[in-house]
């Protein structure tokens, strides 16, 4: 069985390696035909023969951001930490984040709205929101929030998950269809840790939808806007689950035997402007169906999540998280995450987290890196720590884990948590951060033109329409 540690620290290390094999360095993320990804792909040996590292494989802006939010998460939202200080937090390190940017095609929308981010005010509320946007509905949100269910995994956690998911979402995509995005990123990572099978979870999320909204409203903060806009994100999910008949959440997902170029096209269908998974409603969604699709197989997950002709690194960041919160390592290939760029530090944030949630409540070893192995592998298990309960649905059909030392062992089962000190100097306390950007400029072979990342889809990725109808038409206004 498969301990809580192992798939906290399986859930973010595979997001790296999601968003490393969905990006390849710009290359696959950009290009718009999945069939040419699979194609390239076999002639490098197949998912079994990568090995994903520097300098082929860097993650791309998904991982930074999403290790900024975790490093956040595990500095500031102790027992004796407030709401406030947490968001100053978030902030402080997606503004320091943008340093590490370099060659791995932010999207503007989040690089201009963390410029704009003044977290050294006295009231967060004043330095850690931004205005309203009617074109912020893109999946740069979404890509980062998924540690935020780690941090607050349980049924009971849900108003920190609800407020920390939006607030954190709202400071780079202030529109319901960006910041509900990390809403749902961060709802499913969590139910993939409660072990709530997959098939519930949409069906839980249109739940949700209704304190997000209270949420909203309570905060009196564009109000009218957010709830004038609101309808769009509600409307194309309960669209995606009534087809796959998944709205109460009782039948099992039917196979869908889709073909590259079939799944391609219903990917377009599922986005807003026709990049699939680049905004904040269809990158989850895609992530989703991918999960539903492929249950415990490591490689059909990437065919679905990873490689397609759409926005597959945040399709592939999101949908890896949760395989790894669900099944830990199993069935992934040691290339595909053991030298993974900053996967230390994925490891160190997934034990914090764990650490901040349940504390000693769950009594488990955690020694490092544990890489699972069947019994035809290797021909003997090696268990660390106390293993879950035997009643855990998620981990009912998993026997073995075995451990890969390279960390010492946590004393008294704590974690030692380490401390950084980014506190500012009061007379820089209204300074903007000046930070440079690299902008890096990915040619697409298929239209010849530059493109950029993640927030951006070549002619309005973040362009959401306001109407509450579904009207594909574009606002027009100050540019994304």
């Not at 099992?252 to 799944?263: C, I, S, V």
């Not at 059909?300 to 397609?308: G, N, Q």
């Amino acid at each position: 069985m498969l301990s809580l540690p192992l798939r906290y620290e399986a859930a973010m290390v595979l997001s790296g390696a999601g968003d490393a094999l969905g990006y390849k360095n710009g290359s696959w993320e950009f290009c718009h035909n999945g069939k040419d990804i699979l194609k390239e792909l076999k002639s490098l040996g197949g998912i079994k023969a990568l090995n994903v590292k520097l300098p082929e494989w860097m993650v791309s802006d998904d991982t930074v951001m999403h290790l900024a939010t975790a490093e956040a998460l595990t500095e500031k939202s102790g027992k004796n930490c407030d709401k406030g200080e947490l968001y100053k937090t978030i902030a402080e390190k997606y503004k320091a984040c943008m340093k590490d940017m370099g060659g791995r095609a932010p999207g503007m929308t989040c690089s201009n709205s963390v410029h704009d981010l003044k977290p050294n005010r006295s009231k967060w509320e004043d330095g850690c929101r931004i205005d309203f946007n009617h074109r912020g509905g893109g999946c740069g949100a979404a890509m980062r929030a998924m540690c935020i269910g780690l941090r607050y995994p349980r049924e009971e956690d849900l108003p920190d998950l609800l407020a920390v998911s939006i607030e954190s979402g709202r400071m780079t995509h202030h529109h319901p269809t960006g910041y509900l995005g990390s809403l749902a990123a961060a709802l499913f990572t969590a139910y993939a840790i409660q072990g709530i099978p997959p098939k519930k979870w949409g069906a839980g999320l249109m739940g949700v939808l209704p304190q997000a909204k209270k949420y909203i409203i309570e905060q009196d903060f564009y109000v009218k806007e957010n709830l004038e806009a609101w309808d769009y994100f509600e409307d194309r999910w309960r669209k995606y689950l009534k087809k796959k008949e998944l709205l109460d959440g009782t039948k099992d997902p039917k196979p869908d035997k889709l073909k590259e170029d079939e799944r391609d096209k219903f990917y377009k269908e599922l986005s807003f402007s026709g990049w699939g998974g680049s905004s904040g409603h269809d990158a989850p969604m895609i992530a989703y169906d991918a999960i539903l699709q492929s249950g415990k197989k490591w490689k059909e997950l990437c065919k679905r999540a990873m490689f397609h002709g759409g926005d597959s690194d945040s399709t592939g960041v999101i949908a890896a998280c949760c395989y790894g919160a669900m099944y830990g390592y199993e069935g992934v290939p040691e290339g595909n995450y053991k030298n993974l760029e900053y996967h230390d530090r994925l490891v160190k944030q997934s034990y914090l987290l764990y650490e901040l949630a349940y504390g000693s409540e769950h009594k488990e070893g955690v020694s490092g890196e544990k890489e699972q192995r069947t019994e035809e592998e290797k021909g003997k298990t090696k268990t660390q720590g106390k293993p879950m309960d035997e009643g855990d649905p998620v981990n009912k059909d998993n026997n073995s884990s075995n451990t890969e030392d390279y960390q010492s062992q946590k004393d008294d089962d704590q974690v030692k948590k380490s401390k950084v000190d980014d506190e500012q100097d009061e007379n820089q306390s209204e300074e903007k951060y000046e930070v440079q950007i690299e902008k890096d400029e990915v040619q697409s072979e298929e239209t010849g033109k530059v493109q950029s990342a993640n927030d951006e889809v070549p002619s309005q990725k973040d362009e959401i329409p306001v109407d509450t109808e579904q009207k594909a038409t574009l606002e027009e206004g100050t540019p994304v």
